[in-house]
């Protein structure tokens, strides 16, 4: 039921005036009752109860090994965790069944940084163990990855790497996989040959995953694109790439600029093997640093930001070396970011792996506070990926109100002063009702508000947590039970739905 802070005695007043109206006439009286306001579904204590059933696809191969055949199952996803983790470990554990074969065992996840998500890009990381198959299988593997992670409507583009390090589609280690994106039409031979014709090619048109610094210096975020390589070596697609992070995004708005890399390379990048490793080596000029920092990018960031990039799509690069005037890279100690900041970071034979960054990756999150008028505005704001969908973390950061680095700014916070994260007793999901229960202190910082800023407030956090998949009514008690109101003003039994009238773009 849809409330919107109208109080029931004006809807009942207004009933009884239409049947006195009715009774002038003589008509036989009619009984009118409300339906009820929902009773709470469940009284979380902690956050473990936030899953809910799903019918999902699982894309495996046919038995004759020619397609990818969907296979309809239950799934079991979290509100807090972002579905592709969990789809990825039940397809690749998948036993298989009827006309559908499992992926090969040796496709497993990796024990860490198994999957991220940032924007619409998902990255799988297989355990070493999938380097015991041939590229034509590891590529089956992806298609299947990608046909069932973009059933969810955010999700574009997959990329699959192997002990963090991109595979490409040849043992030479010359032909980008670059993403996947799903297909289910195409059969896999089509598909494979498709992908596998790189090797002669003397141009290559490719999706690759770039990763540019978010506003504020405090990570990294990214943003696939497609790209024609028309140079196909080591170098020159990492000019390419370059070039494309000098370009910018063309969808994520916001984002500090890059100069240009070309005006301070010293030499073309190039890929060294060194000590068993293949690494692509970057060597700019002194001046490299002071324009980068002119831009507001930390040398942290722009770091995380091209090893993020060179190691996802070139094939077999272990990780990055990079120079800045006489200066080799060998430590960093980054700023600003959610978590690591003032934690000096070591690379071994100055080395950067994929992995060091971890703690770089953000995605997105919809938050709402008060422009000037009172009304609502939605705002991206940029957190660690494994927080964009936890719904304490969401509405934490809805209590730290407005920040420089939102994508919308100056505006005002609509949680009360004096919030914390105790204040939030436990979560939980029914179905599609997300259920808050908060402590009685939750009321006793709402009793000063007026109407219209506890209407805020109430909004804020029924249309912020509505954004998570699956997430369409919230429902809130207050240690256990529904309270009439928090604040003496917004009726606050039964569900809310989120409530665009008071949203303003």
Known sequence: MKRYGYRLGAL?????????????????????TLPPAEAPKAVPLNDDMQTGSRTVFFYLPSQDGIRLTAVPATAELSVSRHSAQTLSQLLLSYEG????????????????????????????????????????????VGQALANTLCQMDEVQYVNVLVNHVQPGLDVAGTVPAGC??????????????????????????????????????????????EMAFTDLTPSGMMNTLLEALHAGPRTLQGLPAYPDFSQFLVEAPYVAE????????????????????ERGITRSVMVASLVYTLTTFLPGVDGVEMYIGDEKITSLTPSGTYTGAGETIQFEDGLMQRNDFSAFLLSSCHLYFADEKGMLRDVTRTVPFYESRNVRRIINQLSRGSQPYDSTENLYSVMPEGFRDADLIGVAFDRDTLILNFSRQLVTLCEKMDADAEKRMVYSLVNSLCHL?????????????????LAGHLYLPGVFLPNPDMVTW
């Open 274 to 293: 060194v000590n068993g490793t293949r690494r692509a080596v970057l060597r700019f000029d002194a001046g490299f640093n002071g324009a980068i920092i």
């Open 97 to 140: 069944g009827e006309g559908v074969m499992p992926l090969p065992a040796e496709a497993v996840l990796s024990e860490t940084a198994a999957v991220e998500v940032s924007g619409n890009v998902v990255t799988v990381n297989l355990a070493a163990s999938a380097l015991r198959l041939s590229h034509e299988e590891l590529f089956t």
């Open 12 to 32: 009942l007043l207004c009933l009884m005036l239409l049947l006195s109206g009715c009774a002038a006439k003589e008509t036989p009286a009619v009984q009118i």
């Open 180 to 225: 996947y994106r799903e297909n289910t039409r195409d059969d896999l031979n089509t598909l494979w040959s498709r992908a596998a014709a790189g090797k002669n090619a003397q141009r290559l048109t490719a999706a690759a995953t770039l990763y540019f610094p978010a506003a504020g210096a405090r990570g990294v975020v990214c943003e696939a694109q």
């Open 469 to 485: 998949e699956g997430v369409k009514k919230v429902q809130i008690l207050v240690e256990g039970t529904q309270p009439d109101s």
